[in-house]
């Protein structure tokens, strides 16, 4: 039943990226709206595209995708101008968007500059290339911009806050096993595992923002520094449960010797993990 609940709050909770999102979209659509921008479509797209999940990469990846949607109009506005909607330059034009965005190593750019390509090579049919293209390439362009800008001002992710949360899971969880071990019972080295995992790719979102975005080095530096003792406890969390020892039958006095050893080493890490969040 745990789990079950667990499932439904980590995989149903509306997120603030997607929240986020949504704020991006109708800024977008307004602005579109104000400049008398035909192609809103376009602006929309580049917008869900390009929220990132942290401010940085946000605008890492915001700049990759604006060279991107360059690229993509531009070779299709070159296409367009020879046959427009021809399946054969579309499948030629894609391959050379996408070579371009690897040659220049413009990282998560490939496919916004494949759809700024077809949207020019396909609505060029109606009008000249360069006329259809220029306001493709602006309502591109402005869908990232205003996605950068909504990740940066509206309710920016603080990486910090996350990082202390599962943090302070990754305890629960851990102590809970130890308890379970010591008992006999089922360890549940899994959610251990997963929780350490969890702390891990928060570490990493921190670690990608900017320096000026940072603002609790020294606290975030203490738990990263835990991450090896957690790693342990659980390697003698798995080496426990690997024993398959139970609450009704008594083991050998060799196998005890042996589960005593990894219990009290695992309480002795644990303890040290303890500790160091003190200092």
């Given at each position: 039943m745990k789990r079950i609940f667990r499932f439904f709050r980590t995989n149903l909770r509306l997120g603030l990226r997607i929240i986020k999102t949504g704020i991006a979209v109708t800024v977008c659509i307004a602005v579109s709206s104000l400049l008398h921008l035909n192609q809103p479509f376009i602006a929309v797209i580049a917008t869900v595209i390009s929220m990132g999940k942290s401010i940085d990469l946000s605008v890492k990846a915001g700049k990759n995708k604006m060279a991107g949607v360059i690229i993509g109009s531009a070779v299709g506005t070159l296409f367009a101008a020879i046959l427009p909607?021809?399946?054969?330059?579309c499948g030629i034009g894609v391959i050379l968007s996408l070579y371009l965005c690897h040659l220049f190593h413009l990282e998560s750019a490939g496919v916004l500059s494949s759809f700024s390509f077809a949207a020019v090579m396909f609505g060029?049919?109606?009008?000249?290339?360069l006329e259809y293209a220029l306001p493709c390439l602006g309502a591109a362009l402005l869908g990232i911009a205003v996605a950068v800008l909504v990740n940066l001002t509206v309710m920016?992710?603080?990486?910090a806050v996350e990082i202390k949360k599962a943090h302070a899971e990754l305890n629960t969880r851990t102590a809970a096993a130890i308890k379970n071990a010591t008992a006999r019972k089922a360890v549940g080295s899994k959610a251990v595992a997963e929780e350490i995992e969890a702390l891990l790719r928060t570490l990493r979102l921190y670690a990608s923002e900017a320096k000026i975005?940072?603002?609790?080095?020294?606290?975030v530096s203490c738990i990263s520094a835990s991450i090896p003792l957690y790693q342990l406890v659980l390697d003698e969390l798995k080496a426990v449960e690997a024993m398959e020892l139970t609450e009704d039958r008594e083991p050998s006095e060799e196998i005890l010797t042996v589960y005593r050893y990894h219990i009290?080493?695992?309480q002795e890490l644990f303890q040290r993990t303890?500790?160091?969040q003190d200092t």
């Open positions: 909607g021809n399946a054969g330059l060029a049919a109606q009008s000249a290339p920016p992710p603080n990486h975005l940072r603002w609790n080095d020294e606290e009290k080493r695992m303890l500790k160091s």
